[in-house]
């Protein structure tokens, strides 16, 4: 029958066809407990909350692990933003590190993708491909300024060799509209060592803030 | 190649026996369990040993010199044995026959059975660890395979052998004795809707698979052995066509109680692994070992459909031709 509702194309009828498969435990879910079917169904409710921008989002590869570093001020929407703006773009889910590790706010938010922050979970999540959202330090003053970069988190990159791409987010906490501009990624520290990931994440400071600086509106009001 | 396979007397013990007994190269194969194998065994030998006999099973171990040991006498609990009698029985087991293997002169690999319940679920523990990730048992099953992964290096480095740890998500299989598998067949089961996260199982077969080619590949340290993939409980459930009763907190006392009454105990180990999940990264495995386990989807598919197994009575008439 939901077949037949499908093929008719009876409005709804997507979203009671996936209802439907979840009740026979037919959908997918993956190690780390993201939930691509909720995702899709929670789609509508995610519209009416972010209208988003998203630039640059050809410099993320196709295919493969990079971990995405972005700025927050408050960080309650920034995770949500990155992870919604760069699947509509690109059609890659995001793993945005930072989740609690406590029932029932961890489990509900690793479903939409989120990940605890630990630099093996990092590492294994870029092992196994997937795009990584790794927040810096909150800013609660200054929306022009870029948070701190944990230095620890990015040896996950150079372990695996993944690429750092640096993503500049612009909105208000309150607000609809977001923007989210991805830059080039960062060029990967050549000799190694124990400085590479301090050497890299100082340049992926430096990048993030030049990209926020060029992101954001001469004048907030306009 | 001389192979000593403790644990004969399991499923997976009885099946690794077979698939050795059909490897050549195999030219002697000797078992000890507390249990007779579980099928028919070919060209192997089985000697009944209880695991607190140290004598014995020290006796036996050093008069066959086994090339290669496969150390499967690991115990879960609530699968054949009480938890109390499990923890016993796979220490005993562990230091017996491995401390007496490390005097063997023709030792060359020890591969035990260990299990991904070794990196243990505490709170901001890795989802999905890789072998690389330090242990932390949470449980007591946990903790007794960590203590026999800890007595095989401790033989191997007195040995001078590589020591290959498989560890194995929960086996599940058509016949193997495992609390999990009995638990999700219930009629009704309960899970933990609001805090439950992923895991992996394996199949029995895969495991047997797994445990034979780790005995010429001579891998020294741990192996995560996963179906690929993950299911949580509650869609485990459903997959099965069973009713989920929610549960929280305090109510997983009368959850398991209810359960046991059932003639389905639920060990710490399935309580954990239903709230907090289970699962680790496989791929070292897969490459090292060259062994593509079934993925968990269809392992719990499996698991529903044994259910519909018929077992016709036996009758004397003898159908007309």
């Avoid at chain 2, 598998?181 to 805090?195: A, E, I, Q």
Wanted: proline share 8%.
């Amino acid at each position: 029958m939901s077949v037949n509702l499908l093929r008719r194309g009876v409005p709804g009828a997507q979203a009671l066809a996936q209802v439907h498969r979840r009740s026979r435990g037919a959908h997918d879910v993956d190690e780390w407990g993201l939930d691509p079917e909720l995702v899709a169904l929670a789609n509508p409710v995610f519209a009416l909350r972010w209208d988003i921008e998203v630039r640059g989002a050809e410099q993320l590869p196709a295919v493969g692990g990079a971990v995405l570093v972005f700025n927050r001020r408050f960080g309650v929407s920034e995770p949500w933003v990155v992870a919604r703006g760069i699947r509509q773009a690109t059609g890659r889910f995001v793993r945005t590190v930072g989740v609690p590790d406590v029932a029932p706010v961890g489990p509900f938010i690793r479903r939409f993708g989120g990940v605890l922050d630990r630099t093996d979970e990092i590492a294994g999540l870029l092992r196994a491909g997937q795009l990584v959202g790794l927040p810096m330090s909150r800013d609660l003053r200054s929306r022009e300024r870029v948070g701190h970069l944990d230095v620890e988190r990015l040896e996950a990159a150079i372990e695996t060799g993944a690429p750092v791409v640096p993503v500049a987010l612009v909105g208000r906490e309150l607000g609809r509209a977001w923007t989210i501009v991805v830059g080039e990624p960062v060029p990967p520290v050549a000799d190694g060592g124990p400085l590479a990931a301090a050497e890299l994440a100082e340049s992926t400071h430096r990048a993030a803030q030049i990209l926020l600086d060029e992101s954001l509106p001469t004048s907030w009001w306009f | 190649m001389r192979v000593l396979i403790t644990g004969m007397g399991g499923e997976l013990g009885t099946r690794v026996a077979n698939l050795m007994e059909a490897d050549e190269s195999v030219t002697e194969i000797m078992g000890m369990d507390l249990f007779p194998p579980r099928r028919r065994i070919f060209r192997s030998e089985f000697h009944r040993v209880e695991p607190t006999d140290r004598r014995k099973a020290v006796h036996l171990v050093r008069d066959f010199d086994p090339e290669v040991i496969l150390h499967l006498g690991v115990f879960e609990p609530h699968s054949r044995t009480s938890p109390s009698e499990a923890r016993r029985g796979t220490a005993a087991s562990a230091v017996s026959v491995l401390g007496a293997a490390a005097k063997c002169p023709s030792l060359q690999a020890i591969v035990v059975r260990s299990g991904i319940e070794v990196y243990g679920r505490a709170r901001g523990a890795a989802t999905r660890p890789d072998e690389s990730v330090p242990i932390q048992p949470t449980s007591p099953f946990g903790q007794s395979l960590a203590h026999v992964e800890q007595v095989a290096t401790e033989a191997g480095d007195v040995a001078g052998v590589p020591v290959t740890a498989l560890r194995f998500a929960p086996i599940v299989g058509p016949s193997i004795p495992s609390p999990l598998g009995r638990y999700l067949r219930l009629p009704v089961v309960s899970v933990d809707p609001l805090s439950e996260l992923p895991f992996s199982l394996l199949h029995q077969e895969d495991a047997g698979l797994a445990m034979v080619a780790a005995a010429t590949a001579r891998h020294d340290g741990p192996l995560n052995v996963v179906g690929p993939g993950a299911v949580t409980a509650s869609q485990a459930v459903r997959m099965g066509r069973r009713i989920p009763l929610p549960v929280f907190g305090p109510g997983w006392w009368a959850a398991g109680a209810i359960a046991e009454l059932q003639g389905a105990p639920l060990p710490a180990h399935s309580r954990e692994l239903l709230t907090r999940g289970c699962t680790a990264d496989g791929t070292l495995a897969r490459t090292v070992l060259g062994v593509e386990p079934r993925t968990t989807h269809d392992v719990v598919t499996q698991l529903y459909r044994w259910a519909t197994l018929a077992h016709p009575e036996p009758s004397n008439q003898v159908t007309p031709r």
